[in-house]
C-alpha cells in the first residue's frame, strides 16, 4: 500500500515539474524567439514602421495569442473521468480499469504517466504535460496548426536574414548547416547562431507540420490514435467529416481558429457515444 502511493506521488510531482518546465518554455522561449523575429529579422527585411511592418506586427500577435492560448488551455483542461459521473443507459462497450478500479466508457484509457483514466483519450502529450482526451483535443489540434504556421511564415524571413551573413567560404557553411549545435560550441558567431535557428526552424516546422496532417487526417475520419490499426471505412465513430468535426471542435468548429477564447460546446460529454446502425 505505501509503495502504490509512493508510486502515485511520484507521478504527481514528475507531472508538476513538466509542466513548470513547459510554462517556462511558453513565458520564456516563445517570447524570446518573437523578439528575435520582431526585433532583429524584421528590422533587417522590412522598413520599419512602415505599413508592411505593422501588418507583420498584427500577424504576429495573432500567431503568438493563438500558440501560447492553446497551450494553457490544453494543458488545465480535465478531460479525465475525474470529477465526471460515469452513468449511462447502456454499459455496452465499457470496460474496467483495474488501477482506478471502476468501469470506465467507451473510447476511455488509462494513461500510465497521468494515473487516471481519459476520456475519448487520443495520446499522452509531452508537451502538454497531459493526455490530449475528450475536452481537450482541439486546443492540441490548434496549437500544432499554428505553430506550423508560424515556422513557414518566419523561414521565409530567416532566410533572407540569414543570406545577409552566410558566406559560402568554398562549401565548409554545408557543415554549420549539418551540425549546427557543435559549430556554435566550436566557433560561435553570429552566423552560426543564425544557421542554427533557421535549421531549428525547419525542424520544428516539419514535425508540427506532420503532426498536423496526421491528427487532423483522423478528426476527419472520427478516429483517435488507438483506433488507427482498426480503422475501415465503415467505422462506427465515423458520422461524416463535418460531424466529426463538430465532435472535436464543437459547435462553433468554423470559428475556433480565430482564437482559443471562443466558446465552442461539444456536442457529447466523452462518455455516451451514440452509434448509428449503418446496416439499415
Same mark, same amino acid.
Given at each position: 500500500?505505501?509503495?502504490?502511493?509512493?508510486?502515485?506521488?511520484?507521478?504527481?510531482?514528475?507531472?508538476?515539474?513538466?509542466?513548470?518546465?513547459?510554462?517556462?518554455?511558453?513565458?520564456?522561449?516563445?517570447?524570446?524567439?518573437?523578439?528575435?523575429?520582431?526585433?532583429?529579422?524584421?528590422?533587417?527585411?522590412?522598413?520599419?514602421?512602415?505599413?508592411?511592418?505593422?501588418?507583420?506586427?498584427?500577424?504576429?500577435?495573432?500567431?503568438?495569442?493563438?500558440?501560447?492560448?492553446?497551450?494553457?488551455?490544453?494543458?488545465?483542461?480535465?478531460?479525465? &473521468? =475525474?470529477?465526471?459521473? %460515469?452513468?449511462? +443507459?447502456? @454499459?455496452? $462497450?465499457?470496460? #474496467?480499469?483495474?488501477?482506478?478500479?471502476? /468501469?470506465?466508457?467507451?473510447?476511455?484509457?488509462?494513461?500510465?504517466?497521468?494515473?487516471?483514466?481519459?476520456?475519448?483519450?487520443?495520446?499522452?502529450?509531452?508537451?502538454?504535460?497531459?493526455?490530449?482526451?475528450?475536452?481537450?483535443?482541439?486546443?492540441?489540434?490548434?496549437?500544432?496548426?499554428?505553430?506550423?504556421?508560424?515556422?513557414?511564415?518566419?523561414?521565409?524571413?530567416? &532566410? =533572407?536574414?540569414?543570406? %545577409?551573413?552566410? +558566406?559560402? @567560404?568554398? $562549401?565548409?557553411? #554545408?557543415?554549420?548547416?549539418?551540425?549546427? /549545435?557543435?559549430?556554435?560550441?566550436?566557433?560561435?558567431?553570429?552566423?552560426?547562431?543564425?544557421?542554427?535557428?533557421?535549421?531549428?526552424?525547419?525542424?520544428?516546422?516539419?514535425?508540427?507540420?506532420?503532426?498536423?496532417?496526421?491528427?487532423?487526417?483522423?478528426?476527419?475520419?472520427?478516429?483517435?490514435?488507438?483506433?488507427?490499426?482498426?480503422?475501415?471505412?465503415?467505422?462506427?465513430?465515423?458520422?461524416?467529416?463535418?460531424?466529426?468535426?463538430?465532435?472535436?471542435?464543437?459547435?462553433?468548429?468554423?470559428?475556433?481558429?480565430?482564437?482559443?477564447?471562443?466558446?465552442?460546446?461539444?456536442?457529447?460529454?466523452?462518455?455516451?457515444?451514440?452509434?448509428?446502425?449503418?446496416?439499415?
Amino acid at each position: 500500500m505505501l509503495l502504490k502511493l509512493d508510486s502515485v506521488k511520484n507521478k504527481q510531482y514528475k507531472r508538476f515539474l513538466e509542466h513548470i518546465f513547459y510554462i517556462i518554455i511558453v513565458l520564456v522561449l516563445i517570447p524570446a524567439f518573437l523578439y528575435f523575429e520582431i526585433c532583429v529579422v524584421l528590422p533587417a527585411i522590412v522598413e520599419q514602421w512602415s505599413l508592411a511592418f505593422f501588418c507583420h506586427l498584427v500577424c504576429a500577435t495573432f500567431l503568438l495569442q493563438n500558440i501560447i492560448g492553446n497551450m494553457i488551455y490544453g494543458m488545465f483542461t480535465n478531460t479525465s &473521468i =475525474k470529477g465526471k459521473k %460515469l452513468e449511462s +443507459s447502456s @454499459n455496452e $462497450g465499457w470496460t #474496467l480499469c483495474s488501477v482506478c478500479e471502476c /468501469l470506465r466508457p467507451p473510447r476511455a484509457w488509462h494513461c500510465a504517466t497521468c494515473d487516471i483514466c481519459i476520456l475519448k483519450r487520443d495520446h499522452h502529450c509531452t508537451f502538454f504535460a497531459c493526455c490530449v482526451g475528450y475536452y481537450n483535443h482541439r486546443y492540441f489540434m490548434l496549437f500544432t496548426f499554428y505553430i506550423f504556421i508560424a515556422m513557414v511564415y518566419s523561414l521565409y524571413y530567416n &532566410i =533572407k536574414f540569414a543570406a %545577409l551573413f552566410i +558566406s559560402w @567560404n568554398n $562549401g565548409l557553411v #554545408l557543415l554549420r548547416f549539418i551540425c549546427p /549545435l557543435a559549430s556554435i560550441v566550436i566557433d560561435f558567431g553570429d552566423e552560426s547562431l543564425y544557421i542554427f535557428l533557421l535549421v531549428i526552424n525547419v525542424i520544428v516546422g516539419l514535425f508540427t507540420g506532420f503532426l498536423s496532417f496526421y491528427h487532423f487526417n483522423n478528426i476527419i475520419k472520427g478516429r483517435i490514435v488507438s483506433e488507427t490499426s482498426a480503422y475501415t471505412d465503415d467505422f462506427i465513430h465515423n458520422k461524416g467529416w463535418k460531424l466529426n468535426m463538430i465532435e472535436v471542435f464543437g459547435d462553433k468548429w468554423y470559428m475556433t481558429w480565430i482564437s482559443p477564447f471562443i466558446l465552442s460546446r461539444l456536442p457529447g460529454n466523452g462518455i455516451t457515444w451514440f452509434i448509428e446502425n449503418k446496416s439499415k
